[in-house]
């Protein structure tokens, strides 16, 4: 049985075109019953461990008074390699539900352009001294471990990720602070810039373990710099030749906004940085709840997504996620005793990592999407091209409700809260404060739904090569170890 050839290892290749085939097989076919447990996910090791023990300086041929030695060596091969596949394997489970295949990040990624994974390579903006001092603060401890020293054993992390509409935040902490099970969790809360009255109101959280993390490449943390405002960049429809600008227009003439880009890149570093850069999370096996500031949820959203998590594999195999409310921001539910399944919606959604490693494979297609905004984005071409439609199981009930009346960048200050009286009341009833989801209930399916048509090329906003890039560097930041097996990985832009 011949060894699988290593790529791009020219030292490893002549020494083993040499290797004598025939007996490696006779004589360590312990060692061969042992490679298809390594196939796939660890390969390579298997190769490497191969060669090593061949090279051992007292290798010899085999002879018939040696028997005894070999049947030694074959002890001691068998043992270790056991081991070694016990503690791999050991820490392939301790990362992922369903763990993605060794090649699953490559899969989108072709050598056309370099871009190195190397973070110091990483063709990453210069940074300020605010952005460095976040990705230092994005490595502090979470708060409150004093208080709730212990997470529950199948807790579902929560993300809320805000910008400066302080009067909003403070509604939703509100909230928060009366979901049932919130002790039992983490909360992460992601900015998009800093703004003291946001910190402060954070701060103050005091009803469960609480993180923050901070964009260092928001727009919003550099005056005078990509990714905020350059002193030479195009604006409006200018046209670069002509006015000796920086810049690529998107498909409709339009230049760059720096405020309307970063509703795109928070979301996505975001995603990226919970995901696969955070200690406290990129081993997290199940799903993890996305909400935003203007998102208003109700006592029994937490007991009614763990509900929903533990019912979709054998109600809804092929649902991507649980929702809390449906797609239809304006949707209080059906009210009707069944579960729905019907498009993902932007209200309180959650997926797991291995519908995350979907998602991150199409970072090509996110990042090169002329649409600022990220769900639409998602909806247009990341989602369609999963080759099946991507369903979210919910409630007929919502357990999370929207409330803002006006854009991300908007509401900001007590005269432009775009709350009424600077206040929301929603009627909370009964069947509100606890789990209302039943596990014998069927599901419904919304077939036919609303969405974007093949051919929809977005509403623009995202024509700039430089966002384009800082996006895919975005998905390549907490990959660095790409690097020490080929030393580059390439993106394709074409």
């Given at each position: 049985m011949p060894l699988k050839l290593l790529p791009?290892?020219?030292?490893?290749?002549?020494?083993?075109?040499?290797?004598?085939?025939?007996?490696?097989?006779?004589?360590?076919?312990?060692?061969?019953?042992?490679?298809?447990?390594?196939?796939?996910?660890?390969?390579?090791?298997?190769?490497?461990?191969?060669?090593l023990l061949l090279m051992a300086p007292n290798y010899k041929k085999p002879n018939l008074r040696a028997a005894a030695f070999r049947r030694f060596l074959s002890v001691v091969l068998v043992?270790?390699?056991?081991?070694?596949?016990?503690?791999?394997?050991?820490?392939i489970n301790s990362v992922s539900d369903v763990a993605p295949s060794a090649n699953g990040f490559d899969d989108y990624l072709n050598p056309k352009i370099g871009v190195s994974v190397s973070r110091e390579k990483?063709?990453?903006?210069?940074?300020?001294?605010?952005?460095?001092?976040?990705?230092?603060?994005?490595?502090?401890?979470?708060?409150?471990?004093?208080?709730?020293?212990?997470?529950?054993?199948?807790?579902?992390?929560?993300?809320?990720?805000?910008?400066?509409?302080?009067?909003?935040?403070?509604?939703?902490?509100?909230?928060?602070?009366?979901?049932?099970?919130?002790?039992?969790?983490?909360?992460?809360?992601?900015?998009?810039?800093?703004?003291?009255?946001?910190?402060?109101?954070?701060?103050?959280?005091?009803?469960?373990?609480?993180?923050?993390?901070?964009?260092?490449?928001?727009?919003?943390?550099?005056?005078?710099?990509?990714?905020?405002?350059?002193?030479?960049?195009?604006?409006?429809?200018?046209?670069?030749?002509?006015?000796?600008?920086?810049?690529?227009?998107?498909?409709?003439?339009?230049?760059?906004?720096p405020k309307i880009v970063s509703l795109k890149h928070h979301w996505w570093w975001m995603m990226n940085t919970v995901w696969d850069g955070l200690e406290e999370t990129r081993r997290h096996s199940g799903h993890i709840l996305f909400i935003e500031e203007d998102h208003f949820i109700l006592p029994n959203a937490y007991?009614?997504?763990?509900?929903?998590?533990?019912?979709?594999?054998?109600?809804?195999?092929?649902?991507?996620?649980?929702?809390?409310?449906?797609?239809?921001?304006?949707?209080?539910?059906?009210?009707?005793?069944?579960?729905?399944?019907?498009?993902?919606?932007?209200?309180?959604?959650?997926?797991?990592?291995?519908?995350?490693?979907?998602?991150?494979?199409?970072?090509?297609e996110f990042c090169f999407f002329d649409d600022y905004n990220w769900d639409i984005t998602m909806w247009a071409t990341v989602y369609p091209s999963f080759g099946a439609p991507v369903y979210s199981l919910r409630g007929p009930r919502t357990s999370a409700i929207h409330f803002g009346k006006c854009g991300l960048h908007q509401g900001q200050?007590?005269?432009?809260?775009?709350?009424?009286?600077?206040?929301?009341?929603?009627?909370?009833?009964d069947t509100d404060k606890i789990a209302n989801i039943k596990s014998e209930w069927g599901v419904r399916v919304i077939q036919n739904q609303p969405g974007y048509k093949a051919g929809f090329r977005g509403w623009g906003g995202w024509g700039d090569e430089r966002d384009r890039q800082l996006c895919l560097n975005f998905a390549l930041m907490c990959h660095p170890s790409k690097t020490a097996a080929s030393g580059r990985v390439e993106l394709s832009m074409s």
């Open positions: 791009k290892s020219p030292s490893i290749f002549t020494f083993r075109a040499k290797l004598d085939f025939r007996l490696l097989f006779m004589e360590h076919k312990q060692l061969w019953m042992l490679q298809p447990l390594f196939e796939d996910c660890c390969l390579e090791r298997f190769d490497y461990l191969c060669v043992t270790l390699l056991g081991v070694l596949l016990f503690v791999f394997l050991l820490g990483l063709s990453l903006p210069k940074q300020n001294k605010l952005s460095m001092q976040f990705e230092e603060r994005n490595k502090l401890p979470p708060r409150n471990v004093d208080l709730y020293p212990n997470l529950a054993k199948d807790h579902i992390v929560i993300v809320l990720y805000v910008h400066n509409r302080p009067q909003y935040l403070k509604v939703v902490v509100k909230s928060l602070s009366t979901v049932v099970g919130i002790s039992e969790t983490l909360l992460i809360v992601s900015h998009d810039g800093y703004f003291e009255e946001m910190n402060e109101i954070i701060d103050g959280i005091k009803f469960c373990q609480v993180k923050q993390i901070f964009a260092p490449y928001s727009p919003h943390v550099f005056s005078n710099s990509f990714p905020g405002v350059s002193l030479n960049d195009c604006k409006d429809k200018e046209n670069a030749t002509e006015k000796h600008c920086v810049g690529n227009p998107d498909q409709y003439g339009n230049h760059r906004s007991r009614n997504l763990q509900m929903l998590t533990k019912l979709k594999p054998r109600k809804c195999p092929d649902c991507y996620a649980a929702n809390l409310a449906p797609c239809d921001v304006n949707s209080r539910g059906e009210g009707v005793d069944t579960l729905i399944a019907e498009r993902m919606g932007n209200v309180g959604y959650s997926f797991n990592r291995t519908v995350w490693r979907k998602i991150h494979r199409k970072a090509r200050g007590e005269k432009g809260a775009c709350i009424d009286n600077g206040m929301v009341n929603f009627r909370i009833e």
